[in-house]
């Protein structure tokens, strides 16, 4: 039976979700979780994954990380969806490619159900674009078997913030979000369209929801076992 856990984490700063990202990968790896994949949103900040060809300097006056996903630099904030996917691939029989395209299928399944036609692009333009602009951008990396980091929805998100840098290399105009192309929508609603979206994409049997930030941390205390 393919199980899998929902981890509904709300707002919560990126520091500490990257904390439980590495902290969940671990536990997957031992065998002591099943696949997880974390939703969740962040405050304004700035990260850049392993193929920053153009050693962009961090914007001033915020946050940023260096983190061991594909990709470049990108911006997360408020009124963007992030879902991180803690997936064993060995277990799955899947390639890292495989997940992306899996995770890709899932948004475009999703926007399609808004009536929009999204295309998921491999390479230099890896994400999810939508008539020549970028709504979702992706990026994975891996520790032993298991996946971290995952995909950025722009929902209602402030597009202006990626002027701060070229996103993925890309001129900031590219981005879109899901308002701009179609008006006011809200993350509540896009939350649930993308938890059945994932569940189809991955072909769950069952799904186990774990909702809140302080739930999600005793769940890992319950089973850490002083990893």
Partial sequence: MRKCNFLLA??????????IQRKLVD???????????????????????????????????YPDFRIERGGGWTY??????????????KD??????????????????YLSSL???GELKLGKETGIWVEGNKIC???????????????????????????????CGFDPSVMTSIRKIIGNYDMESALAGMEKSIRSALKLEKVT?????????????????GL
């Fill in 27 to 61: 536990l997957r790896n031992l065998g002591r979780i099943d696949d997880s994949v974390i939703f969740t949103a962040h405050e304004d900040v700035f990260t850049v994954g392993i193929h920053d060809t153009l050693n962009q300097a961090p914007p001033n006056g």
């Fill in 115 to 117: 009536g929009i036609t």
């Fill in 137 to 167: 951008s992706i990026g994975l990396g891996i520790k032993e078997f298991t996946t971290i980091h995952g995909i950025a929805l722009n929902i209602d998100t402030d597009l202006t913030k990626f002027s701060l840098i070229k996103p």
């Fill in 10 to 19: 709300g707002q919560v700063e990126y520091g500490k979700m990257l904390e």
């Fill in 76 to 89: 997360h904030g408020p009124g963007q969806l992030v879902i991180y996917f803690i997936i064993n691939l």
């Fill in 209 to 225: 929801k774990i909702n809140g930030i302080d739930e999600i941390n005793d769940f890992i205390k319950s089973v850490d076992n």
């Fill in 92 to 109: 799955r029989g899947m390639t890292v490619l495989d997940l992306v395209k899996t995770a890709g299928k899932s948004v475009t399944d």
